[in-house]
T-cell receptor, first 112, second 115 residues
Framework: DAGVTQSPTHLIKTRGQQVTLRCSPK?????VSWYQQALGQGPQFIFQYYEEEERQRGNFPDRFSGHQFPNYSSELNVNALLLGDSALYLC???????????FGEGSWLTVV | DQQVKQNSPSLSVQEGRISILNCDYTNSMFDYFLWYKKYPAEGPTFLIS?????DKNEDGRFTVFLNKSAKHLSLHIVPSQPGDSAVYFC??????????????FGKGTHLIIQP
């Protein structure tokens, strides 16, 4: 049973560029959430997707956008990258109606 | 303003003893709490959770206690083992009825188990 998988694991981008991160949820899960974890901090909720729509959003600017596909996989897009966007981006999945979410190993983004 | 606080950045415990990790929250609307464990270069791994209608939940060596009146929860690990050395995150959830909403995390406590 595959868990939550994310790609790429590491990437380096230049300020002002755009990045797309990808996530496949755990088998049987239909809800995907994205989190940003800066060094020394806990994960911060970006947004959640269910039935291909954004259902809930944390305190992140519109530069952060996402998408969910019919197979429940998801993408996180960040435009106009800033140095402060450098962080570990975590994807998490769950079954709608259940409280426990499961995380992938994350994508390390470095903006230079 | 941090709604979930883990006030101990690190904790050192001898192998075989009890580890107690603490977490405080400010939002009285939180109704579900979870603990995650994180090794370096890995994503957080779910450990144990508790609903606000309970005050204790146990799973093997791990027990979570919830004191709603004090807005405080704790994770007990007995006995502590070397593999327990990791960063532990407390997280809270506002369940709007549609299941898991966005979790609010604390900053984590780095648990070090000494041999």
């Amino acid at each position: 049973d595959a868990g939550v998988t994310q790609s790429p694991t590491h990437l380096i981008k230049t300020r002002g560029q755009q990045v797309t991160l990808r996530c496949s949820p755990k088998s049987g899960h239909d809800t995907v959430s994205w989190y940003q974890q800066a060094l020394g901090q806990g994960p911060q909720f970006i947004f959640q997707y269910y039935e291909e729509e954004e259902r809930q959003r944390g305190n992140f600017p519109d530069r952060f956008s996402g998408h969910q596909f019919p197979n429940y996989s998801s993408e996180l897009n960040v435009n106009a990258l800033l140095l402060g966007d450098s962080a570990l981006y975590l994807c998490a999945s769950s079954w709608r109606g259940k409280n426990t979410i499961y995380f992938g190993e994350g994508s390390w983004l470095t903006v230079v | 303003d941090q709604q979930v606080k883990q006030n101990s950045p690190s904790l050192s415990v001898q192998e075989g003893r009890i580890s107690i990790l603490n977490c405080d929250y400010t939002n009285s609307m939180f109704d579900y709490f979870l603990w995650y464990k994180k090794y370096p270069a890995e994503g957080p791994t779910f450990l144990i959770s508790i609903s606000s209608i309970k005050d204790k939940n146990e799973d093997g060596r791990f027990t979570v206690f919830l004191n709603k009146s004090a807005k405080h929860l704790s994770l007990h690990i007995v006995p502590s083992q070397p593999g327990d050395s990791a960063v532990y995150f407390c997280a809270a959830n506002l369940n709007s009825g549609g299941g898991a909403d966005g979790l609010t995390f604390g900053k984590g406590t780095h648990l070090i188990i000494q041999p």
